[in-house]
């Protein structure tokens, strides 16, 4: 069975830090794009950050450029996204997805459009609040 697992999330004080893990079973990341992607109460899925196969090209909504970095470690088959400097605004849910359908593209290039991905993760909470 092919999934995604998210962790990592949890409740922090603004100003903290997470890092979220994004852990592949049942197949290997090593061909396809990764998307974070976060859904607060109320709001549309919203993509925060991707990152290519190959690691080199690495895209950030402008909400979270300078606090969140995403990585990733083909050898493990898990992707990364650190967190730091939490906003109250940050709280929602998080996926990750990875993008299948545009291999061999995937290799050099991602977005965060959310019908562009094909395996998602059922989420994990971050809620920032003190």
């Known amino acids: 069975q092919l999934q995604l697992v998210e962790s990592g999330g949890g409740l922090v004080q603004p100003g903290g830090s997470l890092r979220l893990s994004c852990a592949a079973s049942g197949f290997t990341l090593h061909d396809y794009a990764i998307g974070w992607f976060r859904q607060a109460p109320g709001k549309e899925r919203e993509g925060v950050s991707c990152?290519?196969?190959?690691?080199?090209?690495?895209n950030y909504a402008d909400s979270v450029k300078g606090r969140f970095t995403i990585s990733r470690d083909n050898a493990k088959n898990t992707v990364y996204l650190q967190i730091n400097n939490l906003k109250p605004e940050d709280t929602a849910v998080y996926y990750c997805?990875?993008?299948?359908?545009?291999?061999?593209?995937?290799?050099?290039?991602?977005?965060?459009?959310?019908?562009?991905?094909?395996?998602w993760g059922q989420g994990t909470q971050v809620t920032v609040s003190s």
């Open positions: 997805a990875a993008d299948k359908s545009h291999v061999p593209w995937t290799k050099f290039m991602c977005n965060m459009r959310t019908d562009t991905y094909d395996y």
């Open positions: 990152i290519s196969a190959r690691g080199g090209t690495i």
